[in-house]
């Protein structure tokens, strides 16, 4: 089968690539994947050296079964959206849910990455983290469920409170689903961002205002007049080291900021900011089967819109779409096969 494999930081497109057996793993299903987002994890997987030459990437998936040996209710011919890791619900951190530092989770995956044209997927899988799509959602929609997913956790674990206003640093696709899920669970949000037709875009899908991040102090100034004492819940989905000092600047006392993003080194919090002025500082990386849930009701309800996010590539130019994404030449790449 053909997939894109990774070599030497860029992909190498290969026809012989050997799709996976159903009977090689008994129970589960083999999915032929109609296409897959290229997620920034993906990309830094890459530039860090954490995913091998020979490594088979992609998690965003959208596809058909083809084949099926389950107790589940799927069949064959069903298309599906569906996340890549699974918790095992017994464990001191499913029980204090934190599901992705469940090592089960850790250790569970689709095979191989989405990035080929066939995955198999488990029996555990179909049961906790596979969704029906609809057929009013195109593909490359339905795609977005997992990095929704991801925001939806996030938000959750700030535990907005209401009459209060969150800010989210970085306007990227997902910090465009972040906010979009902010507005889902109906409080108020703000966004800055140093590329001009992001500001624009995060309106566009309803932030109440955004703001150009082209000099720090007179973006502060303004975001002054919306929240004069800072903001009460910051998500930091930029990876970039000046956005922390950014976030403590535009926060207010007793401010939650939630980390949703790695920077390339090991800048951070500093300990007085976060004592003297009673910071909470937390992490939010993956979502849970309820996440999942959560992010396919809102996709369907039309709550979160995510059309016009993703550009579409096929998979022999992926590596077009890895370049014109790290260059922020597009939104989201979704490769498609």
């Known amino acids: 089968m053909k997939a894109a494999v990774l070599s030497d930081n860029k992909f190498i497109i290969s026809d012989n690539v050997p799709k996976p057996v159903l009977d090689e793993y008994g129970e589960g299903a083999i999915i032929k994947v109609k296409g897959c987002g290229l997620c920034g994890s993906d990309i830094v997987k890459m ?3 954490a995913a091998k030459n020979g490594t088979i990437l992609g998690h965003e998936v959208v596809g058909e079964i083809v084949e099926i040996n389950s107790k589940t209710v799927f069949e064959v011919g069903d298309k599906v959206a569906l996340g890549h890791h699974v918790p ?4 001191q951190y499913c029980w204090g849910e934190s599901y992705s530092m469940c090592r089960h989770f850790k250790s569970t995956n689709i095979i191989p990455g989405g990035f080929a044209e066939y995955i198999y997927v488990s029996e555990e899988h179909l ?3 596979a969704f029906n799509v609809n057929l009013n959602l195109s593909s490359i929609e339905a795609s977005f469920l997992e990095p929704l997913g991801c925001c939806i956790r996030a938000v959750k674990r700030a535990r907005i409170k209401d009459n209060t206003k969150t800010l989210i640093i970085g306007l990227g696709s997902i910090g465009i689903l972040m906010g979009e899920a902010v507005k889902a669970y109906r409080n108020p ?3 800055c961002d140093l590329i001009y037709e992001r500001v624009c875009l995060s309106e566009k899908f309803g932030f109440d205002k955004s703001f150009l991040l082209k000099e720090e102090n007179s973006a502060l100034e303004e975001m002054r007049k919306i929240a004069p004492s800072g903001f009460d819940t910051i998500f930091l989905t ?8 950014f976030a403590v600047k535009a926060a207010r006392d007793g401010a939650t900021i939630v980390i949703f993003s790695s920077i390339k080194n090991d800048n951070g919090f500093k300990n007085n900011d976060i004592y003297y002025r009673e910071l909470t500082i937390m992490g939010s990386y993956s979502p849970s089967p309820m996440d999942l849930e959560d992010s396919m009701r809102m996709i369907e309800e039309g709550k979160v819109r995510t059309a016009g996010l993703a550009s579409v590539y096929p998979i022999d130019k992926i590596n ?3 370049t014109d994404t790290v260059s922020n030449k597009i939104m989201k790449a979704y490769i498609q096969l």
């Open 47 to 49: 530039q860090t050296g």
């Open 88 to 91: 095992c619900f017994n464990c």
């Open 127 to 129: 049961h906790n983290t």
């Open 189 to 191: 949000v703000y966004g």
């Open 238 to 245: 930029a990876g970039a080291s000046l956005a922390v000092d």
């Open 320 to 322: 077009d779409a890895l």
